[in-house]
């Protein structure tokens, strides 16, 4: 496709362009914000004079991100309780790809939160998409040399804090069954069974949902929240789902979507970590099954 064609040559990387700006975003509303400032700008562009749409298209998304990143941050000193990346329901596809998957799933995510927006973006753009350092150096306006610098911080903060859990796709999917069915028992035991003793679980509700503000850590202590919490709610549906490139699933409380959840699994089985994703605000990923690609 040639930048003669700018509508085709925006259809052809859109997929590329919005798993870009979530992965620097950490935001599925934000990066459809994104593609359509990015098309904005790239249709005002002589594109007679681009001889690579896609770096050109990558270049203007990165920067728009890049924006958005850092509002973001400003805001996140209000925010109230945990704060968890926005879930994206992703395309069977998605799976296939194992280094695209570990770079979405909301761990690695939460990894990415850690770093400053440009070791964010130069991470992204460099790790998962490959983009050489030239062609990052003009998304940020910074020299290449800047940029190696920057891009071997952000590699050092990541495999310092990257998550160690191992499960493979498969243990990840039964450990998940297993802990969606202990959960319906109402009873403590089962649920017990599929936890690790030192399991974290944390609750995103951004002050719109009840959910817990602070991270609880313990089988006995989680088990025992969640049961709870389910005996509150009304009825209740669980439908399993890809999650950022992982098993997971959606729960409706009186037909109504009410969160996603996550979870981490040891390689034994037992789960290492729980992620729910009540906040109302964060559910515009969940709407529609996205096609992510590198």
């Not at 700006?21 to 005002?44: K, P």
């Amino acid at each position: 496709m040639t930048a003669t064609d700018p509508l085709g040559a925006f259809t052809a990387h859109r997929d590329l362009l919005f798993t870009v700006a979530y992965e620097i975003t950490g935001s599925a509303a934000d990066a459809e914000d994104v593609m359509q400032e990015t098309w904005l700008r790239w249709s005002g562009v002589d594109h007679a004079r681009i001889d690579q749409p896609r770096a050109y298209l990558a270049r203007i998304a990165t920067r728009q991100s890049l924006n958005r990143l850092r509002t973001r941050q400003r805001r996140r000193e209000d925010y109230v309780g945990s704060w968890l990346p926005e879930p994206l329901l992703t395309a069977p596809d998605v799976a296939s790809d194992v280094e695209l998957t570990d770079s979405v799933s909301i761990a690695m995510m939460l990894v990415l939160e850690t770093l400053s927006p440009d070791e964010r973006v130069v991470f992204v753009m460099r790790e998962v998409f490959a983009f050489d350092h030239e062609e990052i150096a003009r998304a940020l306006d910074r020299t290449p040399a800047a940029v190696r610098q920057i891009a071997h911080r952000a590699r050092g903060h990541v495999q310092a804090r990257r998550p160690r859990f191992a499960g493979s796709p498969e243990t990840v999917t039964a450990a998940t069954q297993r802990f969606m069915a202990a959960v319906g028992t109402g009873r403590l035991q089962p649920l017990l069974d599929v936890l690790a003793p030192d399991v974290a679980l944390i609750g995103d509700g951004g002050g719109r949902r009840k959910l817990n503000l602070r991270t609880i850590v313990g089988s006995d202590k989680v088990a025992r929240f969640l049961l709870a919490v389910a005996a509150e709610v009304g009825e209740v549906a669980v439908e399993p789902v890809l999650i950022n490139g992982q098993v997971g699933a959606v729960v409706r409380i009186d037909g109504e979507l009410d969160q996603a959840a996550v979870m981490d699994v040891h390689p034994d089985g037992r789960i290492a970590a729980i992620y729910l994703m009540r906040n109302p605000d964060k559910h515009a990923g969940l709407q529609r099954a996205h096609t992510l690609t590198r």
